[in-house]
């Protein structure tokens, strides 16, 4: 698949043989000359599909003014934006990032400091769930607590206690004197779009008000509108202390965020956290013309009546090909299918009809369109999975006979 010998690309990814060099809306145009449906969106990251409009020309018009400017002065546009993000969440203070690991290095160490700046440094422990992703850096690793991803990397950064997803037992035996808070995804994105009942995260806030705990939630994938809200834990009636923000927040430029109540904030003083980049103009452009976008009333409605229409569209295909597909999962546009066969099979059948999907945990091929997506894209995407399962299914058949 890859070209190891005229690549300098550190060979960290399994790239598929296909590159890209424009985009439309839902749409990518390949080297090749080809068009796919694009249902990854990047991972969740192009909410607003390829080159929207009015994103590129708030980022053309910001490039005409200033690039990067360090944080030792103001940010007035970035002062918006905070305001904007707390505006409508939970949150009082925002601090910017560039990335998804990034948000939740922040998260992180605002939990930690949490605790220590109340005369409590003993208290650094956080509860995370199997199936979790929350980066690549060594301590959101840790988080994530998966053994493939943490081998060969050294002793994992120590302070992480996992439990099984939804064992609220687990989670009251967990907790000890040096914990510190909870960290959970309101929807495991990369662990095969796997759900907590809402329950579960009702009572783990109740746990973190009786033990003084922090409710970290991880955001990055299901927060601005991946779920059909501005933020997925609008949708379980239960409000974190902290919550990391990225993939999306800037359509497509980098941008990460932690946002977090004034008493959850409330040991970062200057010179406890920082970063070069973080808040740069260019991105802080980028994440405020997105929310001018999304805030526009009948944004999120579009969003859960694409996210109805796909789930159905889906349910049938799964209906028809059970030899192939075995359920549809999820929210949003968050949404997932698990397939009987390998989920790889399904991922490069899909490509085969020039429909871009994304692998996730438990066997589970992930349908991320942007949020922009229509019925008509729905629609061809729906046909181009029953054909994918058309050959897939002639496939098992004819391993089954032997041929
Ligand atoms: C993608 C993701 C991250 C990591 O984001 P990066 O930008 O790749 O560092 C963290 N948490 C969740 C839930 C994610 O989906």
């Known amino acids: 698949m890859t070209n190891s010998a005229t690549s300098h690309l550190l060979p960290v990814f399994a790239r598929a043989d296909l590159g890209f060099e424009r985009g439309e809306g839902c749409w990518l145009i390949a080297t090749n000359g080809e068009r796919y449906l694009d249902f990854t969106s990047g991972v969740a990251v192009n909410a607003l599909g390829h080159c929207h409009p009015y994103l590129v020309a708030a980022l053309q018009e910001q490039a005409t003014k200033l690039w990067h400017m360090s944080n030792l002065f103001k940010s007035p546009d970035g002062e918006r934006l905070a305001a904007r993000l707390c505006e409508q969440s939970f949150a009082d203070f925002v601090f910017f990032a560039n990335s998804g690991a990034e948000a939740m290095e922040c998260a992180i160490k605002v939990t930690r400091k949490y605790h220590a700046a109340k005369g409590h440094p003993e208290r650094y422990r956080i509860i995370t769930f199997d199936g979790a992703f929350h980066g690549r850096t060594l301590a959101t690793l840790a988080a994530t607590g998966s053994p493939k991803y943490l081998e060969g990397f050294g002793p994992p950064v120590d302070g992480f206690d996992q439990v099984p997803l939804g064992d609220l037992d687990a989670v009251k035996k967990a907790i000890g004197p040096q914990t510190a808070g909870i960290l959970i995804e309101p929807l495991q994105g ?70 977090a109540t004034a008493e959850a904030a409330s040991g970062m003083t200057p010179g406890s956290h ?58 949003g546009l968050l949404i997932g299918v698990r397939a009987v066969v390998p989920s790889g099979d399904l991922v490069t059948a899909l490509r085969e009809q020039n429909l871009l999907t994304v692998g996730a945990g438990e066997n589970v091929v992930r349908f991320l369109p942007p949020l922009i997506v229509t019925e008509a894209e729905i629609e061809d995407s729906v046909q181009r999975l029953d054909r994918a399962c058309v050959k897939l299914s002639g496939g098992q058949l004819k391993r089954a006979a032997g041929q």
């Open 274 to 331: 920082g970063s070069t980049f973080g808040g740069n103009p260019l991105a802080v452009a980028a994440a405020n013309a997105v929310l001018d976008v999304m805030l526009k009333p009948g944004f999120f409605e579009h969003v859960q009546k694409m996210s109805l229409l796909l789930k159905q569209k889906l349910a049938s295909v799964v209906d028809r090909h059970p030899d192939v597909l075995a359920e549809v999962r999820g929210e």
């Open 190 to 259: 990369e662990g095969g779009v796997r759900a907590a009942p809402h329950a579960f995260f009702k009572a783990l806030r109740q746990l973190c008000d009786d033990k003084g705990l922090l409710l970290v939630f991880d955001e990055v994938q299901t927060g601005m509108g991946r779920t059909g809200e501005l933020f997925a834990h609008k949708r379980l009636g239960v409000t974190p202390d902290v919550m990391s923000l990225a993939k999306a927040l800037g359509g497509g430029f980098p941008i990460g965020a932690c946002l």
